[in-house]
């Protein structure tokens, strides 16, 4: 125990261990050894004291009284969520012995890892538990199911998750939120825009739906969904053709622009505009902000990768920048994710030496319901941990009836009885991060932090570190990694030579300091980790990799007949599915709903408020209806992942597709079709 457990009342120092990109300085209030207050730290930097809404309540959640406080087996049918009390030795026994069976008569391959990152601890999130799998020989993982589309399509473009440093973004003069929902998903990214708009900045808003970001911006850009592709190339097209573009940036650091030139001829505004459904005035005058205002900051958002071409549409944004040399300039250029700055030793972490069969299949975390179900050599066992697929992977429906296999030994690792544990033949407590010692890297600012235990372990649970320690020892693992402190995963994993941005951040460093900033030069002029070293507008990577070399626009599949586009976006008092079983977060945010607009529900006779039928080939929900101007005719949008209230048909999911996105094998969750009935 740290010396913070000990000490009954006082303030310490903690971050937010939630996947958000703020990733905020915290301070805890204790009194009687118990959290009383969760504020922000003043003095970090970038989030200066101030905290979402979310996080503020969260003492609600450390104590809330569901908390699971013992090991658990189940003694209901699946998914009934009836369970009895086990010891952590019965739980662990009973996982390691069907296991060792398993992999005699199935392999190793027949057990399935399912994680996310419902903690972002590095440690918890990617430490124990893949050095862990690995040793065992477990099917792999691909964890596709926020960023890797996008993740893919800029790295085309730039090379690596790299972008600005967001405390220059007070520099900009334009400001773009582009498919982000910023003020619920990035507050303070909103609140440097709003330093650089007394600045004289604007802030131009690209959305389907004009949520609480679209209202705060100067100018809303209504855009139809999975056509932002489109309207970049428009861009170009008059950034080219009214010589806009700084010829001297493209000579000196593009690949490509000639070919690019060239292409984006044929997105001519009018054709943009069909495509799109933004004026074709409206297009000349948003090229004409972006060619003419100098710094331009674009903020890439996850709204646009959750479509089947979210890796293009990603690509084709992401090369705006160079066009007009913004990389040059304080303030400047773009950031879709910056988690390249803060890149740790993964292999030290994570030992994927440790895996002895390089053969091992990857399962693609998007179609674990079709995974389930479908394999031919099945799945015969999932160690769920750190997520909640029933209601946060697509396909729901499919997800449920995968889990409710009789023959699949389910382990779910978590701190409540959610929608995915009621399935779990055993159910594991799992310790809030407060009460471990783990290191954060924000994918947003350029900070990482530290978090040392401040409050005790709640009941029996248990962080992931130390059940994956306990479930090796029980499989007869020796290997010394399983024997490692916290404290030597983490000063191993920040010895990483091969960035030298982090060569200043020890344990040490971070235990003294709480947050130490990473060392990060300028992007210019220097080299792009794209292989010519430039950005590449002209990639000939992509042509090897099957792609257009050129950014292009392709329109999302043909999901099905259905009249309107679907949307079901996360929420601002949720973290994806964490909070929507606390009653605090829940009357925050009242009741699941969708948007529709007026013309439509005209058309279908619905009325405002009224509980309205939203189904599809894969499901059905039952939502209420809030009817407005703030989407575009045929497009739904919904918010939150809500848990499924006994009575209620909220579980979004179950309409969406797991079609994969165009690159990285990511999730198209906004790229699926339903009808809208009266009940
Ligand atoms: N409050 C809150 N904060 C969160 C989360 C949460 O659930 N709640 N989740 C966290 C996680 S894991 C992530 S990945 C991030 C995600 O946060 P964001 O990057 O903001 O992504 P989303 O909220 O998925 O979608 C952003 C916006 O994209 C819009 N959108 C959808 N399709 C399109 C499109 O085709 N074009 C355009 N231009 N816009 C489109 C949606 O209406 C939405 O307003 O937020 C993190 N922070
Ligand atoms: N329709 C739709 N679906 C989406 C999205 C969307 O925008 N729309 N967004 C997608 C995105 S971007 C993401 S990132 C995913 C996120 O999906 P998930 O990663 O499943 O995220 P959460 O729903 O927050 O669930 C995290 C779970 O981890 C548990 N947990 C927290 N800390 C720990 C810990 O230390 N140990 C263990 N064992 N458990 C812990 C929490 O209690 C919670 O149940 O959802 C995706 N699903
Ligand atoms: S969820 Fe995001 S904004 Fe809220 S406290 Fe955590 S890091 Fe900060
Ligand atoms: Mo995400």
């Not at 862990?132 to 893919?152: K, V």
């Not at 309107?564 to 945010?589: D, G, M, R, W, Y």
């Not at 619905?606 to 005719?633: A, F, H, M, Y």
């Amino acid at each position: 125990m740290t010396a913070f457990v000990n000490q009954l009342n006082g303030i310490f120092p903690s971050v937010c261990p939630l996947d958000c990109p703020d990733q905020c300085g915290l301070l805890l209030h204790k009194e009687d050894g118990k959290i009383i207050k969760i504020e922000g730290d003043p003095n970090h930097p970038v989030t200066q004291g101030n905290i979402c809404n979310k996080v503020r309540n969260m003492k609600e959640r450390i104590y809330d009284k569901n908390r699971l406080k013992y090991p658990m087996k189940r003694i209901g049918a699946k998914g009934e969520g009836k369970f009895e009390q086990i010891s952590w030795e019965e739980a662990i026994n009973t996982i390691t012995s069907h296991w060792k069976k398993l992999i005699q008569t199935d392999g190793p391959e027949s057990i399935l890892p399912y994680s996310f990152y419902g903690n972002m601890g590095n440690l918890t999130a990617e430490g124990m538990d893949r050095r862990f799998f690995h040793r065992l020989g477990a099917s792999q993982l691909n964890r596709t199911i926020c960023q890797s589309a996008g993740t893919t399509g800029y790295k085309y473009t730039m090379g690596g998750n790299i972008g600005i440093d967001p405390e220059d973004t007070i520099h900009s003069k334009l400001i773009i939120f582009w498919g982000i929902n910023a003020v619920s998903t990035n507050m303070h990214q909103i609140t440097l825009a709003q330093k650089a708009r007394k600045n004289g900045a604007k802030i131009i808003v690209i959305d389907v739906h004009k949520n609480q970001t679209g209202r705060m911006a100067d100018w809303f850009i209504p855009i139809l969904p999975g056509t932002d592709g489109a309207l970049a190339l428009g861009l170009m097209h008059i950034l080219f053709a009214d010589n806009m573009v700084d010829e001297g940036f493209l000579q000196k650091y593009t690949v490509g622009h000639n070919e690019l030139r060239e292409h984006v001829m044929q997105y001519d505004p009018k054709s943009v505009s069909e495509i799109t459904g933004i004026p074709v005035e409206d297009i000349y005058k948003l090229a004409r902000m972006y060619g003419e205002t100098t710094p331009s900051y674009i903020r890439i958002g996850n709204g646009l990768q959750h479509h089947d071409n979210g890796g293009m549409s990603t690509r084709t944004i992401a090369c705006l920048p160079a066009l007009t040399g913004q990389w040059l300039v304080k303030g400047g250029g773009a950031i879709k994710s910056n988690s390249g700055f803060l890149a740790y030793n993964e292999d030290s972490l994570q030992r994927p030496d440790l895996l002895e069969n390089k053969q091992t299949r990857v399962i693609n975390m998007n179609e674990i319901g079709r995974t389930l179900l479908e394999l031919e050599s099945p799945i015969k066992s999932m160690y769920v941990y750190s997520s909640n697929p029933a209601v946060v992977a697509p396909d729901g429906n499919k997800v449920r009836e995968g889990l409710g296999r009789e023959d699949l030994f389910l382990v779910v690792h978590d701190l409540f009885m959610t929608e995915t544990a009621k399935y779990a033949d055993i159910l594991l407590p799992s310790t809030s991060s407060f009460e471990n010692t783990d290191f954060y890297a924000s994918y947003w600012h350029h900070y990482m932090q530290i978090q040392q235990p401040v409050i005790e372990t709640y009941g029996e649970s248990k962080s992931n570190v130390e059940v994956f320690r306990l479930l090796a020892k029980s499989m007869g693992f020796i290997e010394d990694a399983f024997n490692e402190t916290e404290a030597e995963m983490i000063s191993h994993a920040l010895d990483n030579p091969a960035n030298p941005s982090i060569a200043d951040i020890n344990y040490e460093a971070l235990l003294e300091k709480q947050y130490v900033k990473a060392n990060v030069k300028p992007l210019l002029p220097g080299r792009f980790p794209t292989p010519s070293g430039k950005i590449e507008l002209f990639s000939e990577k992509m042509k090897h990799d099957g792609y257009s070399p050129l950014p292009t626009y392709t329109p999302i599949v043909e999901d099905n007949k259905f009249p309107f586009l679907f949307v079901p976006a996360p929420n601002h008092n949720f973290l994806n599915s964490t909070f929507s079983n606390i009653e605090k977060h829940q009357s925050l945010e009242k009741d699941p709903r969708i948007h529709m607009n007026v013309k439509d529900a005209e058309a279908a006779g619905i009325e405002d408020g009224e509980t309205v039928r939203v189904w599809n080939q894969r499901g059905e929900c039952e939502l209420k209806v809030s009817i407005g101007d703030n989407v575009l005719p045929g497009v739904i949008v919904s918010q939150g992942l809500w848990a499924n209230i006994p009575g209620t048909k909220q579980l979004v999911n179950s309409l969406t597709p797991d079609r994969l996105s165009d690159m990285g094998g990511g999730a198209t969750f906004f790229s699926g079709r339903v009808a809208v009935n009266k009940l």
